[in-house]
């Protein structure tokens, strides 16, 4: 099925081409990935705040001095709000993929497994992405891979 364009003439190129609005169940995945995201870096928030033992032992153990864990913790409850703001989430995203890719850094060192530890933090940015994706028109915009002329 083909769309008119302006200017009168049937075209499937301009079908294709025509923005179309982001559906309902999109946007509601988008918000449903980036609610689980949140929880997870809060949960990961909660406990480099409180100082839990796993979390220092863990930490130590990637060469972080214990007095930086809560202030870790505090930069990642920044960057997780900035994410939950709609007007900001972009900026959020872009601040924890970069908190994500210091994890990435950090576990080489000490040798951990590849898939569970190495890449843990690459798919949780995926998920970032994915969630900001589906639920913001702008990131879909600026990510669209056709070139949409108006």
Do not use: H
Request: net charge positive; with cysteine; glycine share 8%.
């Amino acid at each position: 099925m083909s769309q008119r364009n302006p200017f009168g003439e049937a075209s499937l190129e301009y079908a294709a081409t025509a923005e179309r609005p982001q559906g309902r169940g999109a946007v509601w995945t988008g918000r449903i990935i980036s609610g689980f995201v949140v929880l997870f870096m809060l949960f990961d928030n909660i406990t480099k705040i409180t100082m839990n033992p796993y979390v220092v032992k863990a930490s130590a153990s990637l060469g972080y001095p214990v007095a930086t864990i809560p202030v870790i913790g505090t930069i990642l409850l920044a960057c997780v709000v900035l994410y939950i703001v709609p007007r900001t989430s972009i900026m959020g995203a872009v601040l924890l993929t970069g908190y994500l890719g210091g994890a990435v850094a950090s576990n080489p060192r000490i040798s951990t497994p590849l898939f569970s530890y190495i890449l843990f933090p690459i798919y949780f940015g995926i998920l970032i992405w994915a969630g900001l994706y589906l639920r913001s028109r702008k990131v879909r915009e600026f990510l669209s891979l056709r070139s949409v002329t108006k």
